[in-house]
């Protein structure tokens, strides 16, 4: 009784902070410039592993599947897989990823 209470007001909380500061923009901005990534095996595990470690998508790992390929994927999206946009993933960090997802047999 007594939790559903608290949870019940934590939802409340939470809603009238979106309505009111318009929570979601402001979320986004943090998002899109307040993210920096360390290298390309923090993304895929932040990342890529959401979906591609629980067999929501194909393996990507091991496979040695071209740099261009991944990437092209990556900032398209093909049926199922999301696009990510540059105020997601920038272009550096695109490219650390790519190489850690290439290379990734030859790191062990
Ligand atoms: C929301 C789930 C999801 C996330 C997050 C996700 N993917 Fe995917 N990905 C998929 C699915 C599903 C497919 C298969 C798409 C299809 O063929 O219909 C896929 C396919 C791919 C493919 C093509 C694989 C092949 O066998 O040709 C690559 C490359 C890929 N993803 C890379 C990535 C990378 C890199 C990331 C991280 C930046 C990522 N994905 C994040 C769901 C996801």
């Known amino acids: 009784m007594k939790k559903s209470g608290q949870v019940a007001s934590v939802f409340f909380f939470i809603l009238t902070t979106m309505l009111m500061s318009n929570a979601w923009s402001a979320q986004e901005g943090t998002l899109s410039t307040g993210q920096v990534w360390k290298d390309g095996a923090e993304i895929y595990t932040k990342v890529c592993a959401y979906c591609h470690e629980t067999n929501v998508g194909p393996q990507i790992l091991n496979r040695q599947l071209p740099a261009v390929y991944v990437r092209a994927i990556v ?5 199922a897989m999301p696009p990510f946009r540059a105020s997601e993933i920038d272009d550096e960090s695109l490219e650390k990823l790519t190489n850690f997802i290439s290379h990734k047999t030859s790191q062990h």
């Open 75 to 79: 900032r398209n999206g093909n049926r």
